[in-house]
């Protein structure tokens, strides 16, 4: 890793003396053997062999600072104020190791040459930090050559990057910048493709203390090799080591002492239990008489033996006492050691500490008080380097409760990032080099997009009946927001405790000018969501459709808790949605049959989720009371939903107006043989007798 800071420019001969009294003595006082601070000098106006030879080496510098006089005495314009400038030039220990003390120069000095092409005069010193034991080199140049050519540009900067970074590829140094692979991102279009950015990672050692690396030693031999070392860090480490080791072997001896007497004590509770004898036992044989054996006299035997040897195991446990006594106050003398030890290295650190302890008190407080400003900081580049495209950049910040506004000014504009839980407020480029307003606008088009309303963080389109003649009124709807009209005729919805004139982009919804588009806002919720599902209904728009899935879930389950006959008020452009996401919006519900149709005929599921949805909506149909043998004969047939639901309600139809008709048949019937039994029960009048014969 190469570096190269410019510190500063300076006006006057007066403190150009000054920075050459800086880069010459010791902060404690004079270069000296003992104390080296400053360990070489390269010029390119004299020679110097050693910088301990006061009266060669004060002469180089008198010669120095004449000559950046003379040659700032012949510019040719009078606002050419600077006439010189103090640089630093730094490598990674790693490279210093690497390079040795000749390369490493040698190539400070191929720096310093790029910085200083005209050959103005200039000084090169190779010193170490006194409180970092850190090889740098500082440079102090004359910004006119010896004709009074000015050689300060405006982009020195760019250049000497970029040449930085050609230097570490051809020395294989530590790779920063463009050249280091972690410092690139890849961000997904629009359109799907991927492509890789440069995004820098924050430098963590941005603000620490300069005696962070205070245990630190260099060692340079005679052959200019250079060697870094953790001298009081990695003592501490040694001895914490030591330490751990011997409490650990503590422990064991103490375990294994334990275990021993808990055996030795188990068996003397065994020595102890009284003896018994079984019948084989009780009876010998000798010259094969059988006799009865005197079986006190055998106890007492026996008794006495296990006696003794419980004698004995006491022994043990005390000799085993002993001996875990014995180590163990060996190991505590040498952890006593090892902690005295310790101790006095920690004296060494506080003592080499005292020369600056109130320069890190200040430090520590300035770094208290900016924490709160570096953690702000790190969650915003964290969530830009990890989200693949940005909304997910901007979902992120939205979780950690921070919005991200666009202000114009007069021929470009800005980015800043809020944080809305407390009064924390940071301008892009403090956050990193690469999120202005200009680098985004190159880099990132999509977020540029997304921050400057061109496009919306999720879109609905919607079907307008009424011919853009509706005027919206939001405040009617929800009193928590507000409205602006924009040049172009769209509608910007605002949260009203939000700033609309200064951040006129940081809407929360954004109808456009047909009325046909809702946009929805960086950091839209679900009350924003409610309120375009309440619009949408009052102004009668229909048809709201979005390539965004997770918004249409979100929108899908507002509906549905509004009224479930909105379910699909809200659907995804192609069918993404699986049937599980949907089930987590309906949980056990009964979904109407006009939504279920809806849902088969209209496809609004993934197409690997469709038999599961089937089975879904037919056992949905058999809870409608539905005849599920005709919709499986006409779904095989390829009709729809609608047409199945049809011909069965026509078949109920026909089935109602058949019982109808044979209702009245049966009353048809009914009354005819009423009236037939009627005439049968009624006796029949006798006829007159003819009288036509009679005289």
Not at 404 to 417: A, D, E, L, W
Request: glycine residues 4%; charged residues 35%.
């Amino acid at each position: 890793m190469a570096v190269f800071i410019s510190l500063h420019n300076g006006k006057t001969l007066r403190n150009l003396r000054n920075i050459i009294r800086y880069n010459t003595n010791d902060k404690k006082g004079i270069n000296n053997k003992d104390n080296p601070r400053l360990i070489g000098v390269h010029s390119n106006v004299g020679d110097c062999e050693s910088v301990l030879d006061t009266e060669q080496y004060q002469n180089l510098m008198d010669d120095f600072a004449l000559n950046i006089e003379a040659n700032s005495m012949l510019k040719t314009n009078k606002r050419q104020k600077y006439i010189y400038e103090h640089s630093t030039i730094s490598f990674e220990m790693e490279d210093d190791e690497k390079l040795g003390m000749k390369k490493a120069t040698a190539l400070a000095l191929e720096i310093a040459k790029k910085a200083n092409p005209n050959g103005a005069p200039q000084m090169l010193w190779p010193q170490i930090d006194t409180d970092k034991n850190k090889l740098h080199f500082h440079l102090v140049r004359g910004l006119h050559d010896e004709n009074g050519k000015y050689q300060k540009k405006s982009n020195d900067f760019h250049e000497m990057n970029s040449f930085l970074q050609k230097i570490e590829k051809k020395h294989n140094l530590v790779l920063t910048g463009k050249n280091n692979p972690d410092n690139y991102i890849w961000k997904t279009l629009k359109n799907g493709k991927k492509k890789k950015t440069y995004f820098p990672k924050i430098n963590d050692n941005s603000k620490v203390s300069k005696n962070k690396n205070i245990d630190i030693k260099i060692k340079i031999d005679d052959e200019g090799r250079i060697k870094y070392i953790k001298k009081i860090n990695g003592a501490i480490n040694k001895a914490e080591n030591q330490r751990e080791i011997k409490e650990n072997k503590k422990e064991r001896i103490k375990l294994n002492a334990d275990n021993k007497v808990a055996e030795i004590n188990q068996e003397n509770t065994e020595l102890k239990k009284p003896v018994k004898y079984n019948a084989f036992q009780k009876v010998g044989n000798f010259l094969g008489t059988t006799f009865l054996v005197n079986e006190t006299t055998k106890k007492y035997k026996d008794r006495t033996l296990l006696d003794e040897k419980v004698k004995s195991n006491e022994i043990k446990i005390k000799k085993v006492y002993k001996k875990k006594e014995k180590n163990t106050g060996i190991l505590d003398k040498d952890l006593s050691t090892i902690e005295n030890h310790l101790t006095k290295l920690d004296e060494i650190i506080d003592e080499k500490k005292n020369d600056t302890d109130k320069e890190k008190q200040v430090l520590a407080e300035k770094i208290a008080k900016d924490k709160e400003f570096t953690d702000f900081r790190d969650i915003i580049n964290n969530a830009y380097r990890s989200s693949t495209n940005a909304e997910t950049f901007l979902q992120t910040l939205n979780e950690h409760n921070i919005e991200t506004c666009v202000s114009y000014r007069k021929n470009s504009g800005g980015i800043s990032f809020n944080a809305l839980n407390n009064d924390i407020s940071m301008a892009g480029g403090k956050v990193n080099s690469y999120l202005t307003f200009g680098k985004i606008k190159k880099n990132d088009p999509d977020l540029f997009a997304l921050l400057t309303g061109e496009t919306g963080f999720g879109e609905i389109t919607l079907t307008n009946r009424n011919n853009v003649n509706n005027n919206i009124n939001i405040e009617v709807i929800n009193k928590n927001y507000k409205q602006k009209i924009n040049d172009d005729g769209s509608t910007s919805i605002f949260y009203n405790k939000k700033d609309a004139e200064k951040y006129p982009h940081n809407h929360n919804l954004k109808i456009n000018a047909d009325k046909n588009k809702i946009s929805f806002g960086q950091f839209s919720n679900n009350h924003d969501i409610k309120l375009a599902y309440d619009l949408a209904k009052k102004e009668k728009w229909t048809n709201a459709k979005s390539d965004n899935k997770e918004l249409i879930q979100k929108s899908m389950a507002i509906a549905f808790a509004e009224n479930k006959e909105d379910l699909f008020f809200f659907q995804t452009k192609e069918p993404t949605l699986k049937f599980e996401e949907l089930k987590n919006i309906i949980g056990d519900n009964l979904l109407s049959k006009d939504n279920l149709i809806k849902l088969y005929d209209n496809n609004l599921v993934v197409e690997s989720d469709k038999k599961e949805v089937l089975v879904f909506i037919k056992n949905q149909l058999k809870e409608h009371k539905e005849d599920i043998t005709t919709i499986n004969s006409m779904l095989a047939d390829n009709h729809s939903l609608k047409e199945c639901i049809e011909k069965n309600e026509k078949i109920e139809k026909q089935k109602e107006e058949q019982k109808t008709i044979n209702e009245q048949k049966l009353k048809v019937i009914d009354k005819r043989s009423n009236l037939k039994n009627d005439q049968i029960s009624e006796p029949k009048p006798k006829r007159a007798k003819s009288s036509r014969n009679r005289i």
